[in-house]
Each structure stands twice: as C-alpha cells, then as structure tokens.
C-alpha cells in the first residue's frame, strides 16, 4: 500500500455532478486519505460534494468548467495561491476546461501534474487539437481503457511514453447481489413506482444520462420489436431507463413524447438519476448499454457483470475490453453480447435472446461476467495504480 501520509494531492474537474470521471475522483479522494494523505477537490458545485467530504475530501469551489481564456487565466491564479498556500504536492487535472489551468498552476509552483483522459474527445480541427493538447502536457497521462491510450498516442506521439493504461475500477463487492439487502431493493423499487406485479416482470435497465449519444432512442425502438415478436413469458418485459436530463430537457420531453405515442408508457419507464445501481441491478433481468458514440470505458458493463447481469452493449469503444464475446474467445466464456451502433434489429435480437434463455444459462453468464471484470477492473487496483503514479512523481522529485 502506497503510503501518502503528509503529502497533498489536488484534483480538479468541472464540476461534481454524477458520472464517471466525478465518481473516480470521489474514489481516488478516499483512497489518498485512507494512505494518509490530503485529498483536495476543485470545481464547481454538484451532487457529489457531500459524497467527497463523507469520504474525508476537502471541497474548494472554483470555476472550473469555464472555457473562457479570461476566466481560465483567473482559475489558474486561484489555483497558483491554494497549492502555495495549502502546500500541494501533485496536481491531477480530469478534464480538458480545467487542464489548463492547472498545467499553467502548475508550472507556475514547479508541481509534478497529472492528467487523465476520461473520454475520447473529438478533434476535428487544429483549434481543437491545441484545446485537446492541455491534457498530453502533463508529467503522466492516465489513460482509462486500452482504447483511450491508443488515441492519445496517436494523437500525440511525443507524449506516448508518459501514458500510462489504468482501467477505471468498480467496487465489485458493492455490487454483489448478496450485498444489497431486500430493504434497499424495496426502497428503490417505491421510488420508481413499480408495483409488486412490475418486479416480476422481466426487467432491461438502461442506466445512463438523458442525452443523444447514450442511445435512448435506439434502445426504445429496440423495446417496440421486442414487444411486436413477444416472448414466451406470462409477464411482458419493462424497460427502465434510469438517468436525469442534466440540462437536456428537451430531450428528455421527445422521450416521453415518442413513449406516449407508440403506446409504450405500460412498458418504458422513466425514472430519472439512479442513486443506487446495485440495487437496480438486483431487480434487473439483464442491462443495456445503448451508446451510439464510442465510451471510451463504459463503466455499466463492469457494474453489470460485478452484479452477475448479463450485458448487451454496443461493439466500440470501451465494450470491447470489458465484455467478452465469441470469437475473441469460446461460447462457454462469454460475459455478454455487444451488437452494432445504432441498430434497434440487432439490439432487440440480443435483448429477445436473454429474456428467452433459461434463468440458469442466464446466471452462468452473469458468474462468468463476474469472475472476469473481478479479475481486470476493480476499485483497489485502480486506486493502488493511480497512488503510485503520485508516489513515483514524488520520489523523481525529490532525487531531483
């Protein structure tokens, strides 16, 4: 265990709201306090404050989401004063509005600074590849996926050996089904406003934000073709698509409008920002991943298979390594099925397959899921990796 005891390590991010990069950075917080060191947050306000400081983090408000270069240079003096004042010892920056400032911040206090690329940005455009570049400038660059160092590094050949690949981790004892206690599926079960006649219903979990990319309208589409061949089942599947707008009203209201308007609303529900997956994983039949983008992880399909649900996902991205499928490898070590972008046929064929299948083949998937993503993607492996990049940065400072 990498001990970090006196030593200060700021992140920095947009803002504290749900997902992936806010989640590991509440997860990394907690690791660096349980080694004995300081863990500071910077952003804007969000829902995950309080979540940071229950785990012993320290929360400064900053503007941190901003792209305006005024704004930036404002961030990046404010940040200059906090390291010098609060004696930071390592800068990790995990998004590209924030890198900025930080890396100025951090030349400015001669600080060792760390990046990590959380999605695979695009770049389309010299303006954006200098904007994207904040996050190749960086001592180290935590690549989350194979998929996301492979971008960078072909983005940025010169920064190829600063990167370095740390899976983004899953508390996979969390998400053991015999982890979630009867109370909390109950609870969650009120809250969506299923009755007890809904739960015994084959249930698809759809567990991503309200917005275009995350496939939504696919997956619907894939629900209607389901429906329309039916399934040998005496109870016809539901639908749950957990996840809040975030600002997207109107897409959220198209959603609804298409349900309502298909006849859907006895099939799709929405039931807006999930506080709690693993027990909507425990009332789950199996989990979709919908995204018509490529994630560059995809933490769902990890989740998924911690809770032994079978995974459909789309065929890019980071799927590609969290999800095991023939012929990558054999029939009997399958985790899960990924289909093609976008394709509400291919999608409804795998969802009609695992309704269909035998509640023991189902579960055979799911153990095997689990074995896999225990092996390769856990929370401590990631935490362990990421303490010893700060340890290393700190060891070469000091022989420096």
């Avoid at 933490?299 to 065929?315: F, K, L, M, Q, S």
Wanted: aromatic letters at 4%; one cysteine or more; charged letters at 20%.
């Amino acid at each position: 265990m990498t001990d970090l005891t006196g030593k200060t390590i700021l992140q920095i991010i947009p803002r504290l709201e749900a997902g992936g990069a806010e989640r590991t950075t509440v997860d990394i917080a907690q690791a660096i306090t349980d080694a004995g060191g300081r863990a500071i947050v910077v952003a804007e306000h969000g829902g995950m404050v309080p979540e940071l400081e229950a785990v012993g983090g320290e929360y400064i408000a900053m503007k941190a989401a901003s792209k305006n270069p005024f704004q930036m240079l404002k961030t990046a003096v404010g940040l200059r004063t906090l390291i010098l004042q609060n004696n930071v010892d390592v800068i990790h920056a995990r998004s590209r509005a924030p890198a900025w400032p930080a890396l100025w911040a951090a030349r400015w206090t001669r600080r060792p600074y760390v990046t990590t690329y959380h999605g695979n940005y695009s770049q389309n455009n010299k303006l954006k590849a200098f904007y994207n570049s904040a996050m190749t400038r960086s001592d180290v660059i935590i690549a989350n996926s194979g998929m996301t160092a492979a971008l960078v590094a072909e983005r940025a050949p010169a920064a190829k050996k600063r990167i370095n690949k740390i899976y983004r981790g899953t508390d996979i004892k969390a998400f053991a089904p015999d982890a979630v206690s009867l109370e909390r599926r109950e609870a969650l079960r009120r809250r969506w406003g299923l009755e007890p006649a809904d739960v015994k219903r084959p249930m698809i979990l759809n567990v991503a934000r309200l917005t275009g990319w995350k496939g939504q309208e696919v997956l619907i589409d894939a629900m209607a073709l389901v429906l329309k061949t039916g399934v040998p089942d005496q109870h016809q599947p539901l639908l749950i698509l957990a996840g809040g707008s975030q600002g997207d009203a109107a897409y959220e209201t198209r959603l609804r409008q298409t349900i309502e308007t298909r006849g859907l609303s006895d099939h799709i529900r929405l039931v807006g920002h999930c506080d709690d997956v693993p027990a909507a994983l425990c009332l789950a039949t199996c989990m979709v991943v919908a995204s018509t983008r490529q994630e560059a992880f995809g933490r769902a399909a990890v989740e998924a298979g911690a809770a032994e649900i079978p995974i459909i996902a789309t065929d890019h991205g980071g799927a590609k390594e969290t999800i095991l499928v023939p012929p990558d490898v054999s029939e009997a070590e399958r985790t899960g099925w990924r289909v093609p972008p976008g394709d509400a046929d291919a999608l409804a064929q795998a969802m009609q397959l695992v309704l269909t299948m035998k509640p023991e083949a189902r579960a055979i998937i799911g153990a095997q899921a689990r074995d896999f993503v225990s092996r390769h993607f856990s929370l401590q492996a990631m935490c362990a990796q990421t303490l010893e990049v700060y340890s290393a940065l700190l060891s070469a400072k000091k022989r420096n």
